[in-house]
């Protein structure tokens, strides 16, 4: 027997659909059937999404979409945070009211989504949401923050280390560099000139990215960096060998280098999400969300975080 809650939908059910891959541009937010909670499944009503790059990254063009499996029509966003209002037959440990928070691949924004709890990573999952975390807050964890848990696995951060962290103000660096900081570890940020302040805040040491990296990370670490993780591109790992580190003690998550490791959400230890939501419920991690926008204003939201240039998360709100 399904479990519902009191609570009837409000306004219908909406969400936003493509009819063609590309830019904002073809984002449409639309009335569609609510969908339901089958066998094994939890409906969701959706408080918050989060964005992330692979969110317009993974719809912009059709190769790209069917890597990850999508077609047309197709939805939009993953990171998403909201509560329980349907559980479904041969369902455990979800109930009606419950505040929950996950992704559900590329169909986050909408008011309602339909979880299979015990789904694949990054694709269709749900975790109870702490007391202490609010749903904006919860709405921008899983992709970003077990993506960084993953690149900080593999170079294994600790109060011996000084670790240089390329894109460290973006949407996963946010991430990284607190947990890095947790580990114990000096951390060094690059970034824009602007970002420095914010770079700070978060407990980096801000360096600015361009021609001499190396050379100005040198001078701020004459003691030497120990650990890499390159979170945009490839330039920081360049620095990063120019200054000694190992191939062993870098780690991309957005380019590919010969001899260095590789990481993602995917490859994130059981439990990692867990423990940052525990983290941030604790106050010992701070997601700072630079913008949140109606659902209505989907198109001007995704602008925003795609120009690469926002210091912490953008959410839609629904």
């Known amino acids: 027997m399904q479990e519902q809650s009191d609570r009837p939908p409000v306004g219908g059910s909406r969400a936003v659909r493509l009819d063609a891959f590309g830019g904002p541009e073809v984002l449409d937010l639309r009335e569609v059937p609510a969908p339901q909670a089958g066998s094994g499944q939890i409906r969701v009503r959706v408080t918050a999404a989060g964005l992330n790059p692979m969110d317009w990254i993974m719809t912009a063009d059709a190769d790209t979409a069917a890597r990850f499996g999508l077609s047309l029509p197709a939805g939009f966003g993953t990171d998403y945070a909201g509560v329980v209002d349907q559980v479904g037959d041969g369902v ?77 103000a973006g949407g996963v660096g946010v991430f990284a560099v607190q947990l890095a900081r947790i580990a114990g570890a000096r951390v060094i940020g ?19 990215y361009g021609d001499g990296l190396a050379d100005r990370v040198r001078a701020l670490a004459p003691g030497g960096v120990t650990a890499a993780v390159d979170l945009h591109g490839t330039e920081t790992v360049h620095a990063a060998r120019e200054l000694g580190v190992p191939d062993g003690r870098i780690c991309t998550i957005a380019a590919q280098v010969d001899g260095v490791p590789t990481a993602n959400g995917a490859n994130a230890a059981l439990g990692a999400l867990e423990e940052i939501a525990r983290l941030v419920a ?37």
């Open 190 to 208: 690059t970034g824009s000139a602007a970002s420095s302040d914010y770079l700070r805040d978060l407990g980096a040491e801000p360096v600015v």
């Open 92 to 168: 455990s440990g979800f109930a009606p009211g419950d505040r929950v928070f996950g992704s559900a691949l590329s169909r986050a924004v909408a008011d309602f989504v339909v979880i299979d709890p015990a789904g694949s990573i990054a694709a269709n999952e749900a975790y109870h949401t702490p007391d202490g975390v609010d749903d904006r807050t919860a709405a921008t964890l899983a992709i970003a923050g077990r993506t960084a848990s993953a690149a900080l696995a593999v170079v294994d951060p600790g109060p011996d280390d000084t670790v240089l962290i390329g894109g460290a």
């Open 282 to 318: 604790e106050g010992r991690l701070r997601v700072p969300v630079a913008a949140s926008f109606p659902v209505e204003q989907i198109r001007r939201a995704v602008e925003l975080q795609a120009g690469r240039h926002v210091h912490g998360k953008v959410v839609i709100d629904l």
